[in-house]
C-alpha cells in the first residue's frame, strides 16, 4: 500500500464521490455535506435508495459465502472496494477459510486514506490494497499477481462498481481483460445498476449524479448478462441483487419491500 499520508490531502470535498455517497446510504461517518446533499436528493428522487445500498453490500457477503463455503475460492479481486464497513469482504471470507488471500482496489483517495481497516486480516491470510483506476486492468492485473497466484482460482469481485463506467469508456474491455487473465475454476461476481424496475425514479437519479459530475449507466438484464460472456451462471442466474441466495444471508435485518434496482450475478470460467 502507498500513499497513505498524502491520501488525505486529495480528497476533494467540493463534490460529491461514489465512495462517500455510497458510505452516507450505508449510514457511514466518512462523507462530506456535499455527498449527503446528493444522497438526500436522490433519496427524495428514488426512496429506495438506500434500501439498494444495504441490499447490495449484503450481495457482496452472501456471493462470499458461496464462494468460500462451496466453490473452495481461497484468493480475491475486489475492485471498487469503496470505504471499509464492517464486515469487509476479507473478514467474511476469512472467517471460513482463514488463510484467504484479498487484494482490495479503488481510485478514490478516501478508500487509500481509510485502507488500515482493510489490512486487519487473520494470521495465515493475506489483505492488500492497491490505489488503481479499473479503467487500468493490465496494471491491476500486474500488481495484484504479487499477492494472487492467477494460475489458480481467483475471484473477481465488481460489485456496484461497473455502472460508474460507460461503454465508451470501455466497460466491457476491462471485464474481459481481467476475466480472461482468470485460470479455470475462477469467478466473476458483479452486481451493477439496472433501471429495468423503475425507469424513471432510475433515469432521474442518473441525471442527478451527472449534476454532480458523477456518471452513472444503468443497464439492462442483457447488458449486464454480456458482463459473464462465456462463463457459467450460478444459480438463480442474473437477478435483483436481494434476491440472489437468501438463504445464505445472515445477520440481515428487514429492508423493506419493493424493488432494488440492482442485477448480481456470479460466473464461473470453466
Ligand atoms: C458504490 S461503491 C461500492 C463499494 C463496494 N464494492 C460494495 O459494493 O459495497 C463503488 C466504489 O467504486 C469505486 N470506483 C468507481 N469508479 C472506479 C474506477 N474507475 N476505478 C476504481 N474504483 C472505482 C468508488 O470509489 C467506490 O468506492
Avoid at 458461496?66 to 469503496?82: E, K, M, N, Y
Avoid at 466473476?188 to 459530475?213: H, Q
Avoid at 438463480?236 to 445464505?248: E, F, R, T, Y
Wanted: one cysteine or more.
Amino acid at each position: 500500500m502507498t500513499g497513505t499520508e498524502s491520501a488525505r490531502d486529495r480528497i476533494d470535498t467540493s463534490k460529491p464521490h461514489p465512495a462517500r455517497v455510497y458510505d452516507w446510504y450505508l449510514g457511514g461517518k466518512d462523507n462530506y455535506p456535499v455527498d449527503e446533499q446528493l444522497g438526500q436528493h436522490i433519496m427524495s428522487i428514488d426512496p429506495g435508495a438506500r434500501r439498494a445500498a444495504r441490499s447490495n453490500r449484503w450481495f457482496m457477503q452472501r456471493a462470499t459465502r458461496h464462494l468460500v463455503r462451496a466453490a473452495g475460492i481461497r484468493q480475491f479481486l475486489d475492485i471498487g472496494t469503496g470505504i471499509p464497513t464492517e464486515p469487509n469482504l476479507h473478514q467474511i471470507a476469512q472467517i471460513t477459510a482463514p488463510d484467504a488471500r484479498v487484494v482490495y482496489v479503488d481510485n478514490d483517495p478516501i478508500v487509500l486514506a481509510h485502507a488500515e481497516a482493510l489490512l486487519r486480516g487473520t494470521r495465515d491470510g493475506v489483505t492488500e490494497y492497491l490505489q488503481a483506476d479499473a479503467r487500468e486492468p493490465r496494471r491491476i492485473l500486474e500488481e495484484a499477481g504479487r499477492i494472487l497466484d492467477f494460475d489458480r482460482p481467483v475471484a473477481l469481485s465488481l460489485i456496484a462498481l461497473m455502472h460508474f463506467i460507460a461503454d465508451e469508456t470501455g466497460a466491457y474491455e476491462v471485464v474481459d481483460t481481467l476475466v480472461d487473465a482468470l485460470a479455470p475454476g475462477s469467478c466473476l461476481v458483479l452486481s451493477a445498476m439496472t433501471a429495468d424496475f423503475e425507469p424513471e425514479n432510475v433515469r432521474r437519479g442518473i441525471e442527478t449524479y451527472a449534476k454532480g459530475g458523477v456518471t452513472l449507466v444503468g443497464r439492462s438484464h442483457d447488458e449486464v448478462s454480456r458482463f459473464f460472456k462465456g462463463l457459467d451462471l450460478v444459480e438463480p442466474g442474473i437477478v435483483s441483487v436481494k434476491d440472489w441466495h437468501p438463504d445464505l444471508a445472515e445477520g440481515e435485518t428487514p429492508i423493506g419491500d419493493g424493488p432494488v434496482s440492482l442485477y448480481g450475478g456470479v460466473g464461473f470460467k470453466a
